[in-house]
C-alpha cells in the first residue's frame, strides 16, 4: 500500500508538470482555435534563459526565473506579431503548418547556442529532501511542481471567468466575427494569448529544468509529452489541462511501477497513457471538460 501511495505522490508531481506544459496549448486553441506545436521549443527556451541568467548573469535564481518567463512571454507575443499575425482569417491547417514550421527554425536556433548539445542544471536554490508523511516522501522539487501548477490553476481560472480580457478571449474563440462587431479586437486576444502561453511554457521548463536537469530534447519532448494531457481533458478547458495533467501522471507513474516488470524492455509508462486516450476519445470525443459544439443548419 506505501509503494502505491508513493507512485500516486509521485504522479501528481510529475502530473502538474504536463498540467503547466498543457496550459499554453489550451490558452492558444481556447482563443484561436490553433495547436502550437512549436509549444515544446517555448518550454526550452524559458528553461535555457532562466539558466542563462542564473549562472553566466549570476542573478538570484528566483530573479532569473521571473525574467525568464517574462522573456519567453515577450518571444510569444512577438512570434504571434511578426508570423501569426498575417494569418488571421486563413484556414487553421494554414496556422498550423507555420507552427510546425516555426518549432523547426526555433530547434536550428538551439542548437546554434551552448545549449544545443550537453546536459546542464540550475544552481541550487532549494533545501535539499523533501516532506515525508506516513511514510510517503515528497522531495522539494515536486512540491514545487505542484505549487506551480495550483497557482496557474486559480490564476487562470480567475482570469477567464472575471477579467474583461479572459471574457474577451472566450468571445473571440466562440466566435471572432461577433466578437469584432461588438469592438473585441480579435488581434490583439491573439497577441496576448500567444504571450500567456509563452509565459505558463517557460513555468513549465524551468520546473522540468529543477526536477531532472536541462536537456534540449528532453525539453522538448515535454511539449509533445503533454498533448495526451490535453486532449484528455479537454483543448479548450482550464481545469481539464490540469486535470489531464495529473491523470496522465499517475498513469505513467502506476504503468511503471506496476506493469514493466510484466514486459520485456518495460516503456508502459509511455503507451498506457495513449491507449486511455483512445478509449475514452472513444466515448467523449471532446475531453473530460471540453465543450461539445453543435452546429445547426
Known amino acids: 500500500m506505501r509503494d502505491f501511495l508513493q507512485l500516486l505522490v509521485s504522479g501528481v508531481a510529475v502530473g502538474s508538470i504536463y498540467a503547466l506544459a498543457a496550459l499554453g496549448f489550451v490558452l492558444i486553441y481556447k482563443s484561436s482555435r490553433v495547436i502550437n ?3 515544446g521549443q517555448f518550454i526550452a527556451i524559458g528553461a535555457f534563459a532562466a539558466y542563462a ?3 553566466w548573469a549570476r542573478l538570484p535564481f528566483w530573479l532569473a526565473a521571473l525574467l525568464a518567463i517574462l522573456v519567453t512571454a515577450g518571444l510569444g507575443f512577438a512570434v504571434e506579431r511578426v508570423f501569426l499575425k498575417r494569418m488571421v482569417g486563413q484556414p487553421i491547417i494554414s496556422v498550423i503548418m507555420v507552427t510546425i514550421g516555426l518549432a523547426s527554425v526555433l530547434d536550428g536556433l538551439m542548437y546554434l547556442t551552448p545549449f544545443g548539445s550537453g546536459n546542464f542544471s540550475y544552481p541550487p536554490f532549494l533545501p535539499s529532501g523533501g516532506i515525508s508523511l506516513g511514510g510517503v516522501s515528497l522531495p522539494y522539487t515536486q512540491l514545487l511542481a505542484i505549487g506551480f501548477a495550483a497557482a496557474f490553476l ?63 530534447g528532453g ?36 504503468a511503471a511501477g506496476y506493469l514493466n516488470r510484466f514486459v ?13 486516450l483512445l478509449v475514452m476519445l472513444w466515448f467523449r470525443p471532446y475531453g473530460l471538460f471540453g465543450l461539445e459544439e453543435i452546429e445547426r443548419v
Open 53 to 55: 541568467l542564473a549562472t
Open 37 to 39: 506545436f512549436a509549444h
Open 264 to 276: 520485456p524492455g518495460g516503456g508502459t509508462e509511455y503507451v498506457l497513457p495513449f491507449v486511455v
Open 154 to 216: 486559480l490564476l487562470f481560472t480567475w482570469f477567464f471567468q472575471r477579467s474583461i480580457l479572459g471574457v474577451s478571449m472566450r468571445a473571440v474563440a466562440d466566435d471572432q466575427m461577433a466578437s469584432m462587431s461588438l469592438g473585441v479586437s480579435v488581434e490583439r486576444v491573439f497577441a496576448l494569448a500567444w504571450a500567456v502561453a509563452g509565459l505558463t511554457a517557460a513555468a513549465a521548463g524551468i520546473v522540468v529544468g529543477t526536477v531532472s536537469g536541462l536537456n534540449q
Open 219 to 254: 525539453l522538448i519532448g515535454i511539449g509533445l509529452a503533454v498533448f495526451p494531457a490535453a486532449i484528455l481533458g479537454g483543448l479548450d478547458s482550464v481545469p481539464g489541462a490540469v486535470v489531464g495533467g495529473v491523470v496522465i501522471g499517475v498513469l505513467q507513474q502506476l
